[in-house]
């Protein structure tokens, strides 16, 4: 499945939360499958902190063959056969406001100054990506979606989706996401921020004007980050306390290795994994959208305008939902996703409710579990497809 | 109680496991209550990352007047009619080697060079500093102690030293530790010494030389080490998602106050906490001496030269022991204390656990928890006292 993204391009103002008015706008898409004639089979997935429009299938080379290593985020789960299946659904992955991946964000050209963004890029949060993707469908022609669906940051906005429009959405597939961010998850989501601001080479956000890039903060983001992705578990069985042999050893030899006492050099093989992680995000990655996404989480949090109230907040929803957590998600733990169900229930919403008992933690909702995608693949081909025309 | 640091100097060089030799070196002491006749009433408090010798009682101001705010680390714990009760008990606080609290550590004056030692100060372990403070026993006549005590790091010192002078301790009390690091703890270590690392004023460890110190560094480790502190519930509890006011706003209507859509300034309370404990930890704490520290806990394994086999590594020891942890700790969590509990049973040893249900995550060890400080109290009272001539 060879994909290509196509840009859609709006005019029209869009008010933002913050009071601040983004102009115009730009927005990268990429659909799988056929839309049916009635236009009923669309299914919108959203992303999570650094994916992108990317979802499915593969990038072509130059000869229109698939690319290597360029298969989607969420390509296990949508594809031909797949548990999101594309030979039935018209599945369409896009890039958030904000973002570095093509959709307009820090690292475009702002038009009343001619410069990048950079940090002057409005601060936009998950409401504004969903009013920037209704008209998105506007312009596809599609009223409404069979399925909005998303993992993490992605099911915050899957839900926010069926309050901002119950009718639009018939339904909702939340994975491993929250009701709002913890004290806990904030604070790591600030300590990454403090890291980025505080690295000399970020210039208050205008990097790009003084030609370089905070890749040392982008880093430290990346290794809080990972950490929280996975679980105790399955760290101390991947990584526990292995060494990591130096160039030259002999890695048969590695259970025999010595500790080196040294304080910064790589000895343990965890330490090898996050400094990887961090190195290679620190290549892609845009730091004033790290900044703006953890903000949209900060911020995200329907019940505050009833006063905490989650019932309250999801009156309005009118979607069917199902909801999948993973047992050892310290990120998003499966109590979080029980506070959403509770509330969906205390307002008699139909809803499915899936807790697997994984190891992976948080990453578990990009991982290919049998279990986890045979209740998704199970949901969309009974109740799903049963209720498209 | 008005107590006054005294230094040790050994001009014996100690060999260190990383196979350096340490030429002479300080240890800076604090004792409270009286050293009874035969020498028997000895208790040694063994340190966590960020504390000292100063344990108990209050430094003195230019009056001889108790200096506010001087009280030691574990007041609650130590001092007359205390659980460790220094009307009985001769309670010996001391700074571990590579500390920058007094003893030998990276800010001191490297006697080959004549220049700071900074990164050239070598690595040191958990073992390196109980054969240090052996030879601190010697010096003070002091034969066998009544009882080795520590929180977190301090407990595992306390186990290292029932087993590499299992003769000279008859009880050992193991605060809210582990037997050894988790893959996850060691990458929130790696992550802090990133930060430090890599932050431009660190200098390769060299920064007293340049005049710099690598304060963004360390207020990230500190951050991040903050988190892993406290537990997910007492951050909500006394954070949650509170907003802060800013200056000049009414703090009555905290809870009417509105984002204000920032990407980097303080807008949630935990936030501001947070910032607040990194500030404080720069200003006072050695770089150096985190990495330090925080490598020393990587090490510290005793099972590893028993193929991972905790209890032959506990084998050696012959102390009577009481061990604590708390329910919500998921730094050092039951589980890791729990390890070592049964590894001293499968060697007969007679052990003590007390599991406290408290709300405050690691950091409980620190606070005045009632069950907790009767567990120690009985302990002392009971059997140290008991055993002691």
């Not at 939340?174 to 989501?189: H, Y």
Request: charged share 20%; aromatic share 10%; hydrophobic share 40%.
């Amino acid at each position: 499945m060879i994909v290509t993204p196509v840009t859609h391009r709006f005019d029209r103002p869009l008010a933002l939360r913050s009071g601040a008015v983004l102009p115009a706008y730009e927005l990268v898409v990429e659909t799988y499958g056929t839309l049916n004639a009635d236009k009923s089979n669309a299914v919108l997935v959203c992303h999570a902190l650094n994916a992108s429009h990317h979802v499915a299938g593969f990038h072509a080379d130059a000869h229109g063959q698939p690319l290597a290593r360029s298969e989607g985020w969420w390509h296990n789960m949508i594809g031909p056969g797949k548990p999101v299946d594309t030979t039935r659904f018209f599945v369409i992955g896009v890039n958030n406001l904000g973002s570095c991946f093509g959709s307009s964000g820090p690292t475009h050209t702002n038009p009343a100054t001619g410069q990048a963004w950079g940090a002057d890029f409005p601060v936009v949060t998950v409401e504004d990506w969903v009013e920037a993707q209704a008209r998105l469908l506007d312009a596809m022609g599609i009223d409404t979606l069979a399925a909005v669906m998303g993992g993490s940051l992605g099911g915050m906005q899957t839900l926010s989706w069926t309050l901002q429009y119950p009718e639009r959405v018939r339904h909702a597939v939340v994975v491993a996401s929250a009701p709002n961010l913890t004290a806990e998850n904030i604070a790591f989501n600030e300590v990454a921020r403090r890291a980025i601001v505080t690295d000399p080479d970020f210039h208050d956000g205008h990097y790009l004007r003084h030609g370089t890039l905070p890749r040392r903060g982008l880093r430290i983001a990346r290794m809080i980050g990972h950490i929280t992705y996975l679980s105790d578990d399955v760290m101390n069985e991947k990584f526990g306390r292995a060494l990591r042999p130096v160039d030259g050893e002999d890695p048969a030899a590695v259970a025999e290795l010595a500790y080196r006492y040294t304080t910064q050099d790589v000895e343990f093989q965890i330490e090898s994994y996050l400094r990887y992680q961090g190195d290679k995000f620190s290549e892609y990655f845009d730091a004033n959208t790290y900044l703006l996404i953890t903000r949209a989480l900060d911020y995200f949090d329907p019940a505050r305008e009833f006063d905490g109230n989650l019932s309250a907040a999801l009156a309005r929803a009118k979607a069917k939902f199902l909801l999948v957590s993973f047992s050892t998600d310290w990120r998003f733990s499966p109590a979080r996703s029980r506070e959403i169900v509770k509330a969906l229930l205390e307002n008699r919403r139909a809803v499915s409710y899936c807790e697997i008992d994984a190891p992976h933690g948080h990453d578990a909702f990009l991982l290919d579990d049998p279990r986890y995608h045979a209740a998704v693949r199970s949901y969309f081909e009974h109740t799903v497809a049963g209720g498209a025309k």
